[in-house]
Structure formats: C-alpha cells, structure tokens
C-alpha cells in the first residue's frame, strides 16, 4: 500500500506570495490533518479534514487555510508569507478507527 | 500549544546500550504513539498504544501506556546505529468535538549512538 505523499518536497518563496502544498493520503483513508513543524515550536496541529469538511483547526491565523476534494487529495495554502512560515509542513493521514496517524515526506518552506 | 513533556531532551549512549524515554501529560489521552524523525522527513509510527496499562513490542523497542492515562514511555533496547534520530511521542485524546485528527506531540528526545 503506498504510503502518505506530499508535493512539492522542497519550496523557496519570499515575503507576501502565497503557496500551495498538496497531500495524497495512503488509499482508503478519508482523515488528513496538517502540521507545522519548527525547531523553536515542535510539531504544531493547524487542521484536519475528513470527508470534504474541515473538522478541527488549531492556532494559526488565518493566512493559513486548507481544503479536501472528493478523492481525500487535501491542500493547504498559505497567503501573504512571512518569514516565520518558514518550516516543514507535514500532512497526516488517519485509519478507519482514528487512532493512529501516518506522515508524509514533509514540504520544506523556506521564505525569503 | 499545548506540548507533552518528553524527556531527556537528547541522549548520547553507547552502541549495544539500552535506552529509555518517557513523556509526561496534565490531560488524559486515550491513545499514545511513538515516532522517530529522521532528518528531512515525516515521522515514522513505530508503536501504537490504545489502552491503560498496555505493554506493547515492535522488535527492540518496547512501550507502555500509563496505568494514569497521562504518561507513556518507550525503551530500545541493545541500541544499533541506524537508532539514531529524533524520537517523538504523541497522544490522542477521545475522537470528537476539538480532537479531530489532533495529535499533541513532546519536544523530541534526539538519539545519538556511538560505534
């Protein structure tokens, strides 16, 4: 079974553009959560989709959003970057039961 | 947000050596599950741990689940180089409501094994 994949693996953007990551969970999983992991911050929850619907979000502002199409293929997307978006952003696949979570490869963000 | 305290922070032991790592809560989680970050990549689930008390193994690595629901640990035992990375632990409170797909993760243990 092919596992969680995420495009593109590595972005270099700078201050004000916005960007797209995309997320292809593992076959048959409909959960996909996204998170932002920093050195100074950890691994940080900003949403979780299921089924087309966003369920959960966490603490970010708003320049973060997200959205699931009809395959669970999930996107996040970021306006108006700032430096310290600079991270990887992980997507998360969740089982059928919703208790173990599976991770991409990561996007690499670096913001200039 | 909220972390989950991991401890230690970082562990440089010999190979052949067992090691231990734990992560303590405030909150109750109803599923524990430990990962390792190689760097460059997305965590790797290597043990899932669903109920209180539970004991399970993956090979070397043994975890348990805190009788309290609030804290886990995870041992490796007789440590080989490819060991090395960034352990993380993680819990999953009860599915529902502001816990959808949230996984509240520790700081890390970085892992070095020498030859």
């Known amino acids: 079974k092919a596992g969680v994949t995420q495009t593109p693996r590595y972005l270099i953007k700078t201050r004000g553009q916005q960007v797209t990551l995309s997320c292809s969970p593992i076959s048959g999983h409909r959960s996909v959560s996204w998170y932002q992991q920093t050195p100074g911050q950890g691994l940080q929850f900003l949403f979780e989709?299921?089924?087309?619907?966003?369920?959960n979000k966490g603490n970010f502002p708003g320049r973060f959003s997200g959205r699931q199409f009809s395959n669970s293929r999930s996107e996040m997307n970021v306006s108006t970057l700032e430096l310290g978006d600079s991270a990887l952003y992980l997507c998360?696949?969740?089982?059928?039961?919703?208790?173990?979570?599976?991770f991409g490869p990561g996007t690499r963000l670096t913001v200039l | 947000g909220q972390q989950l305290n991991q401890s230690p922070q970082s562990m440089f032991i010999q190979e052949g050596e067992d090691v231990s790592m734990n992560c303590t809560s405030s909150?109750?989680?109803?599923?524990w599950l430990w990962y390792k970050q190689d760097p460059g990549e997305g965590p790797v689930l290597l043990i899932a741990l669903y109920k209180a008390g539970e004991l399970t193994s993956n090979g070397r690595l043994t975890a348990q689940f805190g009788i309290t629901r609030k804290d886990s640990f995870l041992n490796i035992s007789a440590s080989i180089p490819s060991d090395v990375g960034i352990y993380f632990c993680?819990?999953?409170?009860?599915?529902?409501?502001?816990?959808?797909?949230?996984?509240?993760f520790g700081q890390g243990t970085i892992l070095t094994v020498h030859p």
């Open positions: 998360a696949s969740m089982n059928f039961l919703g208790n173990e979570q599976f």
């Open positions: 909150s109750i989680f109803n599923t």
């Open positions: 993680a819990g999953l409170p009860n599915a529902g409501g502001t816990s959808y797909g949230k996984l509240t």
């Open positions: 989709y299921f089924s087309e619907t966003q369920r």
